[in-house]
């Protein structure tokens, strides 16, 4: 039993053996310890064809290339040999070691399974594969690089950017072509074209290569701080020389797509200093110098005249604004036409820029173009800089006088047309009567004497109110009237009289001359007619009362007899008073 | 005695000095014609500055700053002479060309109806003109009101009477417009912005916002004052705050 027992084993294992040998499924790996940075083949062949081929999930690795099939048969004496091959391109993952796990297929009936492969990553090895390897010899022989002038520049401070390819001399590239353009974010730039591509000799790291300029730009940063200038990548074709010969003895070579990048550039780019920045700084960085020109500075009114405003020199030419001109309100401009002259290259910007303004006076007279003032900031000083223009004065010899800022413009076409107004509208000569008065003067309105001279005349009206009445008082009153008359009749003519009242001689002769001279002032009697008859009848003729001329008689007569007569002085007081009131009755009568 | 002296002696001074002033007026205007406005500008201003002025003095004055081209100190003397001499031919003609070379355009918000006639009825005469108009009706009025209580005939009184009646009338008129003119006289306080470029601000300090901008020899009316500040009104209606070392008042006297 227990010899029976053994040989079926025995002889089960030897058939087993037998379709072991008829079918091989098994797995191959270019090596097992490589590089993070090398690739891996991993073959899977067999001996004989068969369905449903899976592979191991390559969880580490990427796929660089396969599932490539090859299948060879071969005859040989006689003999047959048939191979498949599964074959993959791996890239490493990551670093270690890592199980590639097994594959399956079914072959006839039977499902075959590949043992497990372990393989080691390693660190990224310096040459990743042998100079043989194509790849290899491609990746190290070429290289773009970009090549900035100034890696801390000014805000606005132009740098240029120049990228090149370098080629080792013993490879050749057949095609290239721009995969990703850097768009040069935060910055103002202009492409310099390059005229065909001239194939240069130069040193890379000490080596010798062959350089072609590809791209050349200028670059102004728009801001401060870091800025990331992107890559440049490049798709190109090289042919490598392989060992291999072709049938006429040359070098076989081998054609590989490349990517190269030129790597990105960080600029640190630094503000433009705060301390001593113009108030009128709008921007301008470089060299630059600065004008304003007029075309003509004596004109006519209404003819047209030109100022510009012009900025030449080297620096961010289109990137600040030109100082706008301020004119005088009554001069009309256009919008100002904007040229720009310039041309880039290397070295940034460079050129004019200039403003044109077209002016027209409307009025005589002198107009002044303000002084205008342009700041840069000098890249040579690190300062900033400041031109002013200085002012220029507009002459506008003839033309109508703007009389008011008003718009009352007919009246000045008419003044303009009289030949005669024109000489007032000429700027007036000084004035040559000073008329000087004191500076401080005091008002009259307003002052004391303004009040009381204002008021006082209002006064007069009652005081001729009381005047009136006193009048109308003393008209009513005629028994005084006829007192006051005697009195200034008496005292008009009786005052020497009165004087000598008392003396009696003196008295009389008064007297009688006072009333003598009364009848002289009133009747024109001349002296040698003063006889009493005379009088008499004068006095009747006009029409004079009979007792009054009677009693004027008795008292001329009273005056000869008093002479020789002694009389007193109530007597003297009484004739006195008689002659008085004789006279205020004759003055009254006599017509 | 001695008072009297010293009467006669300030007197005779006084009148030199006027003499002095008018030969120095004279030299000056002499160096003006001669092209020399630099000095003859320091001989006018050597006669303001004894406290004597005129229209004339002015006017010359600003005719020479224009002739150098200095725009804020020729309208601020124009106007200064258009205060002393409102209706001046010779003024107001100069005057236009110096405006010309400013830079802010301001319109004259017009005036118009009823205010815009009282307004020129008004600055027909200064207010003490005004006051002696008024001051002389008043006379009239008290002579016609005598002849009116005086006289007899009673075409020749009621004459009288109404004309006195008017005289009196036309008396507050006079005042009325005495007083007005006072007024207008005491708020105008124009003044010329000196500053080549004057931000005028909101408020009446440095961190309000700026309302707009004013440019060398524009004329404004100055309303307020705080500290450092005037608040200033321009003739479109426009009102602001600046810095009181931009702007030079006119009216100083």
């Known amino acids: 039993m227990n010899t029976l027992k053994h040989i079926t084993i025995l002889f089960i294992l030897l058939t087993s053996s037998i379709t072991f040998a008829q079918v091989k499924f098994e797995t191959k790996v270019s090596k097992t310890k490589f590089g993070v940075n090398e690739r891996l083949r991993i073959d899977f062949v ?8 899976n592979p191991p999930d390559f969880a580490n690795f990427t796929v660089v290339a396969g599932p490539n099939t090859s299948v060879s048969n071969s005859w040989l004496n006689g003999k047959h040999s048939y191979s498949k091959t599964y074959s993959y391109f791996l890239a490493p993952k990551r670093k270690g070691k890592i199980k590639i796990n097994s594959a399956t297929i079914e072959i006839g009936k039977n499902i075959f399974k590949t043992k497990a492969v372990t393989v080691e990553v390693t660190n990224a090895v310096k040459r990743p594969n042998d100079p043989d ?4 010899v491609a990746s190290e022989s070429i290289h773009l690089v970009a090549e900035v002038s100034k890696t801390d520049p000014y805000l606005n401070e132009a740098i240029t950017v120049v990228y090149k390819l370098y080629v080792s001399t013993d490879i050749g590239v057949s095609n290239w072509r721009e995969v990703d353009n850097p768009r040069y974010n935060d910055f103002w730039s202009q492409k310099i074209d390059v ?10 790291k000490g080596k010798d290569y062959r350089y072609v300029v590809l791209k050349k730009a200028v670059l102004y940063p728009q801001k401060s701080g870091k800025l990331e200038i992107e890559p440049l990548t490049l798709d190109l074709t090289v042919e490598v020389p392989t060992r291999r010969k072709n049938i006429f003895g040359g070098r076989h070579m081998a054609e590989v797509n490349r990517t190269v990048s030129a790597g990105s550039r960080t600029l640190n780019v630094k503000p433009l200093p705060e301390k001593g920045q113009p108030d009128d700084f709008t921007g301008a960085v470089g060299d630059f110098k600065f004008n304003v020109i007029t075309s003509k500075s004596e004109l006519n009114a209404s003819e047209s005249l030109q100022a510009r405003v012009e900025v030449i020199g080297k620096g961010n030419l289109k990137l600040f604004e030109l100082p706008k001109l301020t004119l005088p309100s009554s001069l009309e401009v256009y919008e100002p036409e904007h040229n720009e002259n310039v041309r880039t290259n290397l070295g940034g910007m460079q050129g004019s820029i200039s403003d ?9 007279g002198k107009y002044p173009i303000p002084s205008v003032s342009f700041s840069y900031f000098d890249l040579q000083t690190e300062t900033y800089k400041r031109v002013s223009s200085g002012e220029i004065i507009i002459d506008v010899i003839e033309g109508p006088i703007n009389n008011s800022s008003g718009d009352d413009n007919l009246a000045i076409a008419d003044s303009n047309k009289k030949g005669i107004t024109l000489n007032s509208d000429q700027f007036a000569f000084v004035k040559t009567e000073a008329n000087l008065q004191p500076i401080l003067k005091n008002n009259f309105f307003k002052s004391a004497g303004f009040w009381s001279s204002l008021l006082v005349p209002f006064l007069v009206i009652p005081l001729a109110m009381f005047y009136r009445k006193k009048r109308d008082e003393r008209n009513a009153d005629v028994f005084g009237n ?11 003519y009786l005052s020497e009289a009165k004087k000598s009242l008392g003396n009696k001689e003196a008295f009389y002769i008064a007297l009688e001359k006072a009333l003598h001279n009364y009848l002289k002032a009133k009747l024109r009697i001349e002296t040698s007619d003063f006889s009493k008859e005379k009088i008499e009848e004068i006095l009747i003729e006009r029409q004079v009362d009979e007792p009054t001329v009677i009693e004027f008689i008795s008292i001329l007569e009273h005056c000869e007899l008093a002479r020789y007569t002694p009389i007193t002085n109530v007597e003297m007081q009484q004739d006195y008073e008689k002659a008085a009131s004789t006279i205020s009755i004759i003055d009254k009568e006599i017509k | 005695m001695m008072k ?3 009467y006669i002696l300030t007197f005779l001074i006084s009148t030199l000095s006027f003499a002095q002033n008018e030969t120095v007026f004279e030299q ?9 406005f630099d000095d003859a500008l320091e001989k006018y201003k050597a006669v303001l500055e004894t406290e004597q002025h005129s229209a004339a003095l002015y006017f010359n004055m600003a005719n020479a700053h224009y002739k150098l081209n200095h725009i804020a100190p020729s309208i601020y003397f124009y106007e200064k002479a258009l205060l002393l001499k409102p209706n001046d031919k010779d003024i107001k003609n100069n005057i236009a060309y110096a405006r010309n070379m400013t830079i802010d355009d301001i319109e004259i918000v017009p005036e118009v109806g009823f205010s815009r006639l009282i307004k020129t009825v008004t600055n027909t005469m200064s207010f003490d003109n005004w006051a002696k108009t008024a001051v002389g009706l008043v006379v009239f009025f008290v002579v016609l009101f005598m002849v009116y209580y005086f006289s007899y005939s009673t075409s020749k009184k009621r ?3 109404v004309s006195s009646l008017a005289c009196l009338l036309l008396v507050f008129v006079a005042l009325a417009f005495a007083f007005h003119k006072y007024k207008l006289a005491d708020n105008n306080r124009p003044a010329i912005v000196f500053a080549k470029e004057a931000q005028i601000k909101s408020e009446p300090n440095l961190r309000s916002s700026e309302a707009f901008k004013l440019h060398e020899g524009t004329k404004v009316q100055v309303l307020d004052t705080v500290s450092n500040w005037k608040k200033i009104k321009l003739s479109d209606g426009k009102t602001g705050w600046v810095a009181s070392i931009d702007i030079k008042m006119v009216k100083n006297f």
Do not use: C, W
Request: charge should be positive; glycine fraction near 8%.
């Open chain 1, 482 to 492: 006829k007192i006051r008359k005697a009195d200034r009749l008496a005292k008009r």
């Open chain 2, 4 to 6: 009297h002296l010293i």
């Open chain 2, 28 to 36: 000056a205007n002499t160096l003006y014609n001669e092209g020399k």
């Open chain 1, 356 to 364: 044109n303004y077209t002016i027209i006076p409307q009025y005589r």
């Open chain 2, 159 to 161: 004459f009288a009477f």
């Open chain 1, 133 to 136: 390897n194509v790849e290899g």
């Open chain 1, 46 to 53: 067999m001996n004989k064809d068969g369905d449903n081929f």
């Open chain 1, 195 to 204: 005229k065909g591509l001239r194939i240069q000799n130069g040193k890379y």
